[in-house]
């Protein structure tokens, strides 16, 4: 059983869409990341969020707690956000991360 | 200290050999976490610490592992009798509540 589903596995764009990509998970959360791994394994979170809409520059984040769903978008997208997007929510029964397999991004100039 | 900082950054032993890495979170983070990466697989939870306490294992983490968080600050990961399926990415994250900060990784290939 999977708790955390992400779609697409994997996403080709070209420089400037707008990029979404999609988590859903089974589980009650406190919290939810996104987290952004480059090719060598960083880890950076780019949002914790648990009810709404989170913006930092051109990536916005969306939660519906209700449906378990959670969305992240990335507005005139550029090369350098080729990158993994793992989507992790944290259950409210515990302190540990489930992890999504991760969406594979890959922003062609 | 800015960040998470884990040692070494790559590690390759034959098998059967033990290796041990090491963990130092963000100073005031009393919350350390130990999660698993193999290639093209999201990161997957082996223990977390609260303090030096060691509150939540995996069933991940069979009798050849071993975590340790002695004074509450470091973190030590053990693998004994390492074999292939052990070679991954080892990564260590710190918070203070909910919000998990990761540090670079130890890649361990086993031979």
């Known amino acids: 059983k999977n708790e955390v589903e992400q779609s697409p596995q994997n996403l080709t764009a070209q420089e400037g869409e707008f990029i979404t990509i999609n988590c859903s998970y089974s589980?009650?959360?406190?919290?939810l990341h996104w987290l952004q791994q480059h090719p060598g394994g960083g880890i950076v979170s780019l949002f914790m969020l648990s009810s709404g809409k989170k913006k930092h520059g051109r990536l916005i984040a969306t939660i519906n707690i209700q449906e378990k769903h959670s969305s992240l978008h990335i507005t005139a997208s550029h090369p350098r956000d080729s990158a993994v997007y793992i989507c992790a929510p944290t259950p409210n029964t515990g302190n540990q991360f489930y992890f999504g397999t991760g969406t594979s991004l890959t922003v062609i100039p | 200290d800015t960040g998470v900082s884990q040692d070494p950054r790559h590690k390759i032993t034959k098998r059967g050999q033990n290796v041990t890495f090491r963990c130092d979170p963000i100073s005031e983070h009393n919350r350390l976490y130990w999660y698993r990466q193999t290639l093209g697989q999201g990161p997957e939870f082996l223990t977390y610490f609260q303090n030096e306490a060691q509150l939540e294992k995996s069933r991940l983490l069979s009798d050849r592992f071993s975590a340790e968080r002695p004074k509450g600050s470091f973190s030590t990961l053990e693998i004994q009798r390492t074999e292939q399926g052990d070679s991954a990415m080892y990564l260590c994250a710190s918070s203070v509540w909910s919000e998990q900060y990761f540090g670079p990784g130890t890649r361990l290939t086993v031979t």
């Open positions: 589980v009650g959360i406190s919290a």
